[in-house]
């Protein structure tokens, strides 16, 4: 896993992408899984843990009465830390607050006097919040089951028991699985059904933490074991456990310190990846099951600091893939799994400036190919025996973004972006074995809203069936099967939604916006259609990330409708630095174009206060890690302009972070942001870097996360920011700051403990706009 400032929690599922990763509040897709790492951002609250679960210090938490005395705003120490180069000279009084070991006993005292400060000014509203929590915990349908998945001769599922707050893995056998899959298979139930095998249940694993997260569970390909990554603290470091998938117990030994990236090389091994000091994906290792990790061979170190590895299986399990990438180049390596002797093999080579990724089938290998000419993709294929000779499959186009393939025996489905929205296009495959020719027109998937999300999610690889998540601002995360060759799309299951909801109550449209530069910025809305007036009086909350070619699209959260039911309109900023319109899109709010991000933003503002969504005294805006950085740039440039600001873990001390190579992902990021040890970025970055821009003047109620195990971003980042905001605002606006003193980036793991922080923002959000109930 990459790790990045990242992005975004969908659900509350993680997106990794090659960079600070990123949580969104939901979103990012309606379900997609852990990416790489990169500073992301997300939702945290404190429920003041009683340990730091750092392996380090305990931390004691005050009295009650303490508390109650605390009223006035925590005042961090300041202690005089003095940076200069080129000249220039920035004092850092809060420096001393970065503790790499998380056990600093000064710095803990801090974070606990902001946590019971935040404690104190939200008791009055904690009925209200509580209230919040039980109506959004009373939309969850709490005992489900996944969309059963098909492999091999099992039934694949994940469910949830009334009242749990994490997972059970299991699976049922299929009585004929000889029968071809088709999108009408249903997985039998009832007494006369093959028996529900449990493999693996999270809430006991999770009773001896409070923190328990798993980052990868991966049968082997005969089924009969079953490899699972677990992190329990949150700082991302993995321990993997293999086991029997029928006695459920251990074998061999744990492997520990890994990343997340972890697949079968056959029946007997497995492939994993580690990180160096600064947790950057580094090494790959070969493990055979029954031996110490200690004998693992290491089959690539990458040792350019500008370069993480990443890791998958293709969808025809005959081959591994080994990726390493930069922001802009990425560079992968083959692994043969029935020739794991044999090592790795270049597959495409290192070119600056090329990136590319790989699948296979039969006798081809299918890759697709970005550079600087062809920006938003090219799909070609060459023989597996002789990679030099390649065939263009399809070409680059303006217009038309590949996103990623799936391949299939007979199929090949391209997930593709165009003007903004996604697509999906299926072309039927000549046979294994015949030559590979361009392709030409290909079936669209047709969906029905007007802005929506839409994923691809793992398939058979022998079957016409593909398998695609789906959902939109107003429908719910759904899985559907959809027949490549007759066109047939079959709903598997649409997550259920309590308490009374009706899609037909609320409208998503999408609307543009001009930037300073003319250029068209489109925005995703979402309201009540029977309680937004849309005369200027409506409170709303307005959604931005724009970093990573990382794309926020459409997405449902049933959280959410505690707002769009209270008056709310909700609406993505789809910014410049994201990837929503294609490469061009990203790469032109990055580097030396990062104001774009921000100037978007602040267009989307004024255009929803003219189109009279909202005011200025209702608007408030959130994000999240790279998110986070957007909220600081902005609060910083026009804090006239909202009433609430929800800055997440947020990226927020970028100069001083991105000109110190010991912490993580500075490195690897200096493609994305610049490298400050370069006179032109350095004065370029301190211009917007929220830390070295807080003035005197007034800004908006703001409340503010972190994570004290965050590796993607650290605590201190948020932390030294709002000291500095205390000694520095001229208003008496609400500043509260929420450090999760046992979790990291992700904040707390249980499904029920995300909704009571979805419930505290909402309940801070309405304080501060007067909409508490006298009852609440």
């Known amino acids: 896993m990459i790790i990045r400032r990242g992005l975004v929690s969908l659900g509350t599922h993680f997106l990794a992408t090659r960079s600070r990763l ?14 790489p790492r990169r500073r992301s951002i997300l939702r945290l609250s404190s429920s ?29 120490k300041k202690v005089e830390h003095v940076m200069e180069m080129f000249g220039d000279v920035r004092v850092d009084n809060y420096y001393w607050l970065r503790d790499d070991s998380r056990t600093n006993p000064d710095m803990l005292s801090y974070l606990r006097e902001e946590n019971h400060y935040t404690d104190f000014v939200m008791s009055g509203t904690k009925q209200f919040e509580n209230q919040l929590f039980a109506e959004i915990r009373g939309r969850i349908k709490e005992d489900d089951i996944s969309a059963p998945l098909r492999k091999g001769p099992y039934y694949y599922y994940e469910k949830n028991l009334q009242g749990k707050e994490y997972i059970q893995h299991c699976r049922r056998l299929i009585t004929d699985n000889k029968a071809e899959p088709s999108v009408y298979d249903t997985m039998p139930t009832g007494p006369d059904a093959p028996p529900e095998h449990v493999i693996l249940d999270e809430n006991t694993k999770a009773q001896e933490h409070d923190y328990y997260r798993i980052g990868a569970f991966k049968a082997s390909p005969d089924h009969k074991l079953v490899a699972y990554a677990e992190d329990t603290k949150g700082d991302e470091i993995y321990t993997v456990n293999v086991i029997d998938s029928e006695a459920l117990k251990p074998v061999g030994q744990q492997l520990k ?29 070969l493990h055979k099951l029954g031996t110490e990790q200690s004998s693992d061979v290491c089959l690539y170190h990458e040792k350019d600091d500008m370069f993480s590895l990443e890791l998958h299986a293709s969808e025809s399990h005959k081959y591994l ?39 296979h089938r039969g006798n081809h290998f299918f890759i697709q190919r970005r550079s600087t000419e062809f920006y938003n993709s090219e799909l070609i294929a060459c023989p597996v025996d002789d990679t030099s000779k390649t065939t263009v499959l399809l070409p680059h186009r303006e217009s038309v973004k590949i996103q990623e393939i799936q391949l299939f025996r007979d199929h090949l489905a391209v997930f593709e972006r165009e003007n903004g929205l996604q697509k999906i296009t299926v072309h039927r495959l000549p ?28 398939s058979e690889f022998s079957s016409r069936v593909l398998r695609f998540k789906y959902c939109s601002m107003k429908t719910p995360p759904s899985v559907y099967d959809y027949d490549m060759d007759s066109g047939t799309s079959v709903v598997k299951k649409i997550d259920t939604v309590l308490g009374g909801f009706d899609a037909s109550n609320y409208v998503t449209e999408r609307k543009w916006v001009a930037a300073s530069d003319g250029t068209q ?38 959280s959410r409708l505690s707002l769009l039911d209270r008056g709310f309109t909700f609406v993505i900023a789809h910014v410049r630095g994201g990837g929503e319109m294609g490469r061009q899109w990203y790469e032109n709010g990055k580097l030396l174009k990062k104001k774009n991000t921000f100037t978007d933003f602040i267009a989307c503002a004024e255009r929803l206060i003219e189109l009279k969504y909202c005011s200025k005294e209702k608007l408030c805006m959130e994000g999240r890690s790279a998110g986070g950085l957007l909220m600081g740039a902005v609060v910083n440039m026009r ?22 190579p010991t912490i993580p992902l500075t490195t690897s990021e200096w493609e994305e942001w610049g490298d400050p040890r370069k006179e032109e970025f350095y004065f370029y970055m301190k211009s917007y870097s929220p830390v070295d821009n807080v003035t005197a003047q007034n800004y908006p109620n703001m409340l503010v996360t972190a ?50 922080e979805d419930a505290f923002t909402f309940a801070f959000m309405m304080k501060v706009l007067d909409m508490i109930p006298a009852s609440g």
Not at 22 to 35: A, I, N, Q, Y
Request: aromatic share 10%; net charge negative; with cysteine.
């Open 257 to 285: 310190g890994l990343t997340s990236y972890l697949e079968w090389a056959g029946n007997d091994a497995l492939l994993y990846i580690t990180m160096d000091e600064i947790l950057r994906p580094d090494k790959v290792w």
């Open 639 to 660: 804090p006239d302009l909202f009433k609430v600001v929800i800055a997440g873990v947020p990226f927020v001390d970028v100069l001083t972070t991105m000109l110190d």
């Open 22 to 35: 990123l949580h969104f509040d939901t979103p990012l897709s309606c379900l997609v899984p852990l990416v």
């Open 48 to 76: 003041f843990s009683s340990s730091s679960e750092t392996g380090a210090a305990s931390v004691r938490l005050t009295s009650p009465r303490d508390m109650a005395e605390s009223r006035s705003p925590p005042v961090a």
């Open 321 to 359: 893939f080994v990726a390493s990438e930069s922001k802009t180049t990425r560079f992968v390596f083959s692994l043969d799994v029935s020739k794991t002797q044999d090592g790795l093999r270049v597959l495409t080579p290192r070119v600056d400036g090329i990136d590319s990724s790989v699948s």
């Open 707 to 756: 994570g004290l195990n965050d590796p993607r971003v650290m605590y201190s980042e948020p932390g030294k920011w709002v000291a500095k905001l205390r000694e520095m605002k001229t208003d008496n606006n609400v500043l509260l700051f929420k450090c999760e003193l046992g979790a990291g980036h992700f904040s707390k793991s249980g499904r029920f403990e995300k909704l009571q």
């Open 521 to 558: 910025i489109p925005m995703s809305i979402v309201y009540n259609k029977k309680l937004a007036k849309l005369d200027g009086s409506d409170p709303l909350l307005l959604y931005g990330y724009g970093s990573y070619e990382i794309s926020v699209d459409p997405y449902f959260k049933a």
């Open 431 to 458: 046979a294994e074995g015949q030559p590979l020719e361009g392709l030409q027109g290909g079936r669209n998937v047709s969906f029905v809203d007007p802005v929506y999300s839409v994923d691809s999610t793992e």
